[in-house]
């Protein structure tokens, strides 16, 4: 039986501080959804559909990310400024360049 392709909305993500809340964009890959949404690395999510990052966890916010067709809107902190990114989610192979 063959392996199902692997697929991703684009964003790798790093958990950090004291609660695992501080989420950081550590990289965009090309050519993905999240480069398309507006994601650039650096980026700390603070918000998903409102609700803080200190209401959920990295795997929650993850598999949020997986559901393709799914519109969320995504707060992150660039620099000094607060963006709101509406996102729809479109997923990319892993497995193609």
């Known amino acids: 039986m063959p392996f199902s392709e692997r697929q991703t ?3 790798s993500l790093l958990a950090s501080g004291a609660d695992l809340h501080t989420f ?3 990289g965009v890959r090309p050519g993905s959804g999240a480069e398309r949404d507006g994601f650039k690395k650096g ?3 603070v918000a998903l ?3 803080p990052s200190s209401g959920f966890l990295l795997s929650e916010l ?4 997986t559901h393709a067709g799914e519109r969320h809107q995504i707060d992150v902190q ?3 400024d607060i963006i709101h990114l509406p ?3 479109t997923l990319v192979s892993l497995d193609s360049r």
Do not use: A, F
Not at 62 to 65: A, E, I, S, V
């Open 9 to 11: 909305y684009g964003l």
């Open 24 to 26: 950081t964009v550590v």
């Open 43 to 45: 980026d700390k999510i």
């Open 49 to 51: 559909d409102s609700k």
């Open 62 to 65: 993850r598999d949020t990310l």
């Open 78 to 80: 660039r620099d000094k």
């Open 87 to 89: 996102v729809e989610v």
